[in-house]
């Protein structure tokens, strides 16, 4: 089967999922500017290839949190997978392990941990909120070490949920059949209750997420598990090394899919900054509309170690659960191993600053 284009998956899933379920996916916070600054900032950077290399072997392979995988690139967390395919998250798991690269599971999965472990063929990390419950949020940690989770990424840019206007427009809630499995259902319950005027998603996040936690709080979840922990959410070059210095083994830079702050800097646009400030230290994600091979290169020379990918895995399971996302993923690690190629970089090792060209902030 040939690989579409990306823009086709797109337009396969908005016209397959309920507008309200679209709204969810694709809409951002505020004036949503932050959805196509986040692009805008990746086409603005250009790079710079060199000729006359031996690229007739290019090896994508690298090691992400201590595991070797066939690309730098990963999925991002991404809540409710149900809500664009009946098999959700493990048939997402399915086209991770197919295409070689770690799938960030969300708390808020609509399939069991277990289900994503046994159909999973590569690493899993487990996304988390820091919940009001210490407990529920401990068990679940507990839950990720008995079905092999390789890390924790903590989510940190969310002490409250922005105001998204589609889904408040929508008073948009989790649809019946659908539910956070991994999670007590108790402390679910406002999720699941559409109201007219409101986010159900949004109620839910001001009873749970605890707002008050702060950077000696991670002492008590490292304390309590062996699996690395990583940080979803910083933009800032402070932020980061306050993470290296609290014991983080990675960052992720990302403004959440520009679904947080409004206005807050590209994620593309903070990564060179990040990653100067730990100089190797700890290990550099970044997410935030990556969609072609050339972004993942681009990651790679300003300093990433692997960029992860969210809303086209989404797009392939809508369009035909894991046998699309499977060409969504394994499309762009073909891709990545192409403009290697082209850009005279043998292995993901010899990508550099040297190799881009970033123009001044507007």
Known sequence: ???PALH????AARARLSSHVWDFIAGGSGTESMISANRHTLDRIRLRPRVLRDVSRVDTGT???GDQVR????IAPMAYHQLVHPEGEVAAARAAGKAGVPLTVSMFASRTLADIAAAATGPLWLQLYWLRRRDALLDLVRRAEEAEFRALVLTVD???MARRPKDVRNGFAIPDGIRAVNIDETLMSASYGGQAGESAVARHAREQFDASIGWSDLAWLRERTSLPLVLKGILTAEDALLAADHGVHAV???NHGGRQLDFAQPAFAALAEVA???DGRIQVFVDGSVRYGTDVVKALCLGADAALLG???LWGLAESGDEGASLVLGGLVEEVEEAMALMGASEVGSLSRAGVVCPRAE
């Open 71 to 74: 690309a730098p690139v990963g």
């Open 158 to 160: 969310a002490p409250r």
């Open 63 to 65: 090691t992400l949190l």
């Open 8 to 11: 086709e998956f797109e337009q």
């Open 1 to 3: 089967m040939s690989r």
């Open 276 to 278: 100067d400030a730990l």
């Open 252 to 254: 992720i830079v990302s």
């Open 311 to 313: 809303r086209p895995v």
